[in-house]
């Protein structure tokens, strides 16, 4: 008998795989650079080769976007995530939902990146508040790890004071509250909580906490969050646990809607009752909610759609910060680099992984914390053995990014002549907070980052591997040292510039400069 075609189409539909890839292969051009896909992988961009790595389950501590540009003017994007690899001149795309496509619209970096910001996460016009790029951020997580107390906050914010650095944000880090889903304080730590923030207020500070979406399992909170259906749930229709680096804990369902709104409103009473200023969104990682047995209130939800709604949620408060996030370029988010390691290595890694962050939109965004950020450096390391050059250098390149933001205590483990250099790295940061805000401002009305590489401000002049120097804005050019010593060549782009000393140089050139450990150099273009 023969068989109708419409019954072998019917057979033949039955046998595709679930989860069918749809693949794009992208061939290099000779001289063409890729960037984007995920902040963390600045420091091997552009690429040359690339093991495959998941958006969906991935983000290597930090930002991601289903977003790659060209120094070439090519660029695609996916509202979903993918798979992308790099391998013999080729990007190869893996996809489960889609066949992502390659456009051209621009012949540089900057016009395939304006062009994927306008029509993907145009810029709302909105910033996060001002004090972030205007003076220094500090976090108490170095100091005090998990022993966040009442008198040691204070103790921490008075020495800031004392030591010549400027008040600006002060977040308290993680185990301040009594359980997680639970947003008040341990009263055997933080006695009077609101005197503490009236304390910090008076001495020019502003508040953040840091908060994640977990929830502690049987507690109050969570049996009321469960009853009222606002926890992320599996097949059995009960509240999932998940796996963190904290424990197990069930957590909010961020693509409900309603628990957006509680997260919310429990937030403003904190903010009310306390004089918090705002928070620090931690935990919005994608590879906590790559599980095929979650059952989110958005049934079509994806992994990523958690992280998303945890960004939207930051999006209420003027003072918030993330480090996880999937597609919120253009929003008026505070963006930090994952935490590092302390290390030269790490140093180096700051400067290309700030360019990867402008590159997929997220403009507002802080290097990792001066001297870094994992904790388990600052606990093998006697105070006396510290590496103080890589402390100083560290500080100068947070110096004239769009913040910089402190932890460990300098004046705990540094020389008094170093901890003027750190001083003057931190009123550096003011002087130029003018022109940082303006830079801000723009992004925020253009999309364009606030940090740039030298591909992006000045195309096919073979700037495509300067991951060293970058750009605030187009006026200012800034070459930190990020190895030891103290001298360095610097790349001069074409045009005239004045530099940190106040002579004028002829650009188009390479030049070598003595960089003694109290100097940072950088240069303003003139016109």
């Known amino acids: 008998m023969r068989l109708k075609p419409y019954f072998l189409l019917l057979v033949w539909l039955l046998n595709l795989p679930v989860n069918a890839q749809h693949r794009t292969d992208i061939p290099m051009s000779d001289d063409e650079a890729w960037w984007g ?38 660029c695609l994007w996916s509202d979903r995530p993918f798979k992308f690899s790099v391998s ?35 810029p709302d016009g909105l910033l996060p508040d001002t004090l972030f790029f205007s003076r220094p951020q500090y976090n108490t997580w170095i100091e005090l790890m998990y022993n966040q107390n009442q008198h040691d906050i204070l103790a921490y914010a008075r020495q800031i004071r004392d030591n010549g650095l400027p008040p600006g944000i002060l977040m308290i880090d993680d185990n301040w509250q009594r359980y997680y889903g639970n947003f008040d304080f341990k009263r055997e730590r933080f006695p009077d909580p609101r005197a503490m923030v009236d304390s910090l207020h008076r001495q020019g500070f502003k508040v953040m906490l840091w908060i994640s979406p977990f929830v502690t399992a049987d507690s109050p909170e969570y049996r009321a969050l469960a009853k009222e259906g606002l926890l992320l749930r599996d097949t059995s229709g009960q509240p999932t646990i998940i796996r963190w680096w904290n424990g197990q804990s069930a957590c909010f369902d961020l693509t409900n809607p309603a628990s957006l709104d509680y997260l919310e409103r429990t937030l403003r009473d904190m903010m009310a009752q306390y004089g918090i200023d705002g928070f620090k969104f931690d935990g919005g990682d994608n590879t906590f909610y790559d599980r095929p047995d979650l059952r989110p209130h958005r049934a079509e939800a994806l992994s990523v759609d958690q992280t998303r709604g945890w960004a939207e949620l930051g999006c209420r408060f003027r003072f918030n910060e993330y480090r996880a996030c999937w597609q919120k370029g253009g929003r008026p988010l505070v963006q930090r680099l994952g935490d590092k390691e302390y290390s030269w290595d790490a140093v ?21 914390m001066i001297g870094g950020g994992s904790f388990e450096s600052f606990l093998q390391i006697e105070t006396d053995k510290f590496d103080q050059e ?38 550096l940061h003011m002087l130029k907070a003018p022109y940082i805000l303006e830079c801000a401002r723009r992004s925020a009305s253009t999309g364009e980052p606030i940090v740039r590489s030298l591909e992006y401000e000045f195309p096919h002049r073979g700037y495509t591997d300067v991951k060293d120097e970058f750009m605030i804005g187009s006026r200012l050019l800034v070459a930190p040292m990020t190895t030891r010593g103290t001298s360095r060549t610097i790349i001069l782009p074409p045009g005239r510039w004045k530099d940190d000393q106040g002579r004028i140089l002829r650009g188009g050139r390479t030049v070598t400069q003595a960089v003694p450990l109290d100097r940072l150099p950088y240069f303003e273009r003139l016109k």
Request: aromatic share 6%; with cysteine.
């Open 37 to 74: 896909g995920a902040t963390a992988l600045g420091s091997v961009m552009p690429f040359t080769s690339l093991k495959p790595f998941d958006l969906s389950c991935e983000n290597a501590n930090n930002q991601v976007s289903s977003l790659l540009v060209s120094s070439h003017g090519r």
């Open 88 to 122: 013999n001149d080729t990007i190869h795309i893996d996809s489960r939902y889609e066949t992502v496509k390659v456009e051209k619209p621009g012949t540089t970096l900057r016009e395939a990146y304006l062009a994927m910001a306008r029509r993907h996460f145009a």
């Open 348 to 368: 180096r890694r700051l400067i290309p992984d700030m360019m990867a962050a402008g590159l997929l939109g997220y403009a507002y965004a802080c290097p990792d």
């Open 390 to 427: 890589l402390i100083v250098r560290s500080a100068q390149v947070h110096a004239l990014m769009p913040m910089m933001q402190f932890s460990v205590a300098p004046w705990r483990i540094l020389s008094a002549r170093n901890m003027d250099i750190i001083r003057s790295a931190a009123h």
